[in-house]
């Protein structure tokens, strides 16, 4: 069992950068992930890391938001900058065994913490 702890989230103003990140109970060797759904709609996959580091963005983040793995600490990080509105939504952190954006191949997700861009 794996257990994913948010932080980081907050309010800021458009242009403006957060930076969220996700203590993991244990070493994970497999996908991890950002996700953020937005109250009424489905998970949006936004970043994540595969096993071996490979990195890789939606479209609507890319040269915005940035990903990082630390294999010592256990943490998963989003450095977000240029922020607009749209990218207001609750962000997950998420582990699981398929590096897609399909949230039903990830069995672990954190709590969520709010990103709110105004």
């Known amino acids: 069992h794996v257990q994913l702890v948010e932080s980081g989230g907050g309010s800021v103003q458009a242009g403006g950068s957060l930076r969220l990140s996700c203590d993991a109970s244990?070493?994970?060797?497999?996908?991890m992930a950002w996700f953020r759904r937005v109250l009424g709609k489905g998970y949006e996959g936004v970043a994540g890391v595969d096993s071996e580091g490979t990195r890789r963005y939606a479209d609507n983040v890319k040269g915005r938001f940035t990903v990082s793995k630390d294999n010592v600490k256990n943490t998963l990080s989003l450095q977000m900058n240029s922020l607009k509105p749209e990218d207001t939504a609750m962000y997950y952190c998420?582990?699981?065994?398929?590096?897609?954006?399909?949230?039903?191949?990830?069995?672990?997700w954190g709590q969520g913490t709010q990103v709110t861009v105004s």
């Open positions: 998420a582990a699981g065994t398929r590096c897609t954006w399909e949230p039903r191949w990830y069995n672990y």
């Open positions: 244990r070493y994970i060797n497999s996908c």
